[in-house]
Structures are given as C-alpha cells and as structure tokens.
C-alpha cells in the first residue's frame, strides 16, 4: 500500500471533494481520481460513495480513515524532522484547557511570538480528555492539562500545581447544617462546568457525590467567561483555580470556598507522545514555560 495514495485518500475523505483535494494537494483531479481507484483496486473495496455533490466515505472508507490520517501526519513530522534548524521555524501545534489559558499563557503566547516570528504557532483550547486525544492522534504536538495522567502511550512534565476551589455566587451563606455552604441541597445541586472531559468537573460532582447530593444537573458552557457569568448570577457553582477566580472574588463578584487541606491540589502537565518529534520550536516553547512558571513545577527541566 502506497503512503502516498493514503495521503490523497485521507484529503478527499477530508473535503469530500476530488476536485477541492486536487487543489489542495497542487496537482490534477485525475491524478487524484486515479491514485483513490488504485488503493481501492488494492483493498479490494470501494472507499467512497460518488454523487452530484462530491463523495462520501462507505464503511471500509470510514475505517480506512484515522488510518490515513495518522501516516499523513507522521509523514509531517518526519519532515519536519529532517529539515529542523537550531533557529526555531514552520509549525507548532499547541493545545490548553480553557482555564490555563486565559490565566497563564497569554504572556506567554506573545512573549513566544514575538522572539520567533518565524514558527506559526497554532494554538487550541479544550477539555484535559479531548486535548490528550489530539495530542496521541498527533494533530497536536503538546498540550497542558489536568494530572494525573496514566498513559504509555505519553510523557507528562509537572508545570505547575493548582489550588480548585468551589466559587459561588456571593451571597452564599453557610446552612445551619454541617453541610458546606456550596451544597446548596442535600438532594439536588446546579453546577456550571465545561463539556465531558473537563477534569475539574469530574473532580466537582465526586465532591459532591461524597457529600450524599443525589442529584447533580449540569449546565456546560464552552467558556471561562460565559462560566463565571453564569456563577455569579447564582444560577450554579462550580470548581475552578483559585487563581482564575480571585480577582472576581476581591471584586466580590464571587465567594470563594477553599477544599480540605489536599483535597483541592492538581497539577498542570504538559503532555506529548513518548515516540513524538521533539521540535526546536517545541523546545523553545516549553522553555518560555517554565520561565513564565518560575520552575516552580517538581521535576522542570529540558525536554528530551
């Protein structure tokens, strides 16, 4: 099988067009044409369903695909590979979760951009599980997110060590209870978290879990913003890094409710594929980490 073929196979399925694959690729549609009908010659199975507005991947297509895709991103990094330089340059892919990146990177980011101007930094938010799964599809290089994670497939540096607490509208008062103040029912309780994945929410509902709340009904936003609004108005809580929510809370905007000693810890990691390419540009960047971080992390150091 052709890694080629695969390459233009994985660029049809992606725009479900051989005409806008041919563009892409700077080559002729039956070049195209040719190179799909000779891997499904190959396979012995049709790959795409045509019709008047382009085509559509069959079933063998749709297994063939995370196939494809894979080499055609490995064949990237082996490029990029090849042809890297001890002056940072081409592409870098970095992913974070929403919180970290609102609070912690945005000096970073610029800091980065400005002193290698020749890397296109492509940058991407996302819950910790949908970061790490771009980080082993490869189509991210690195990514920070929550710990711990236990996965061979990848190697986690410790950046940074997070306080979560519990942030509430401000008027919040505690029950006559010895139930916290952020259990607002002992049998139901509105929380206001980030999509599946988030492990701040998950680290939430086992808190509340534990504290005998029955019911738990979520409402997912797709922003910090839109989150912290929604905290304020005291239409839920939520669990977020003390240092995302201090300023509200100094605004009294928010109430803050710290965990149990230990309870509230969780490291931000910076995660890659064990077998991944180790760019320049990758280098440089996780040194402006740790720089941005006052290698404050156990363990920071160089990337290998």
Not at 168 to 186: C, K, N, Y
Not at 200 to 211: D, N, S
Not at 268 to 283: C, E, K, N, Q
């Amino acid at each position: 099988m052709d890694s080629g073929d695969l390459v233009f196979f994985a660029a049809v399925a992606k725009f479900g067009s051989i005409s806008k694959a041919a563009s892409l690729l700077d080559t002729v549609q039956s070049n195209v044409t040719q190179r799909i009908r000779r891997l499904e010659n190959e396979l012995g199975v049709p790959l795409f369903y045509r019709h008047g507005r382009g085509v559509t991947l069959t079933p063998a297509g749709v297994q063939l695909l995370p196939y494809a895709s894979q080499i055609d991103q490995m064949m990237d990094e082996a490029r990029r590979a090849i042809a890297n330089e001890a002056s940072p340059v081409g592409q870098l892919r970095i992913g974070s979760m929403e919180t970290t990146a609102a609070i912690r990177l945005p000096d970073v980011l610029v800091d980065y951009a400005a002193e290698y101007p020749h890397v296109d930094l492509c940058f991407q938010t996302g819950t910790s599980r949908g970061l790490l799964e771009e980080v082993k599809e490869r189509r991210l290089e690195a990514a920070l997110v929550a710990g711990p994670i236990d996965d061979l497939e990848l190697i986690s540096q410790p950046l940074l060590t997070e306080e979560l607490v519990v942030v509430t509208a401000p008027w919040f008062v505690r029950p006559l209870d010895e139930r916290p103040a952020w259990v607002t029912s002992p049998t139901q309780v509105k929380i206001v978290v980030f999509r599946h994945g988030c492990i701040y929410r998950e680290r939430l509902e086992g808190l509340l879990i534990r504290q005998g709340v029955r019911t738990i009904k979520r409402m997912e936003i797709g922003t910090l913003d839109g989150l912290l609004g929604c905290v304020r108005a005291g239409i839920a809580i939520s669990l977020l890094p003390r240092s995302v929510v201090e300023p509200w809370a100094r605004a009294d905007k928010l109430a803050i409710h710290p965990l149990p000693k230990g309870q509230g810890l969780v490291d931000t990691l910076l995660v890659r594929r064990r077998d991944g390419f180790v760019s320049t540009a990758l280098s440089c960047f996780v040194d402006k980490l740790q720089a941005a971080f006052n290698g404050t992390a156990p363990g920071a150091g160089q990337v290998h």
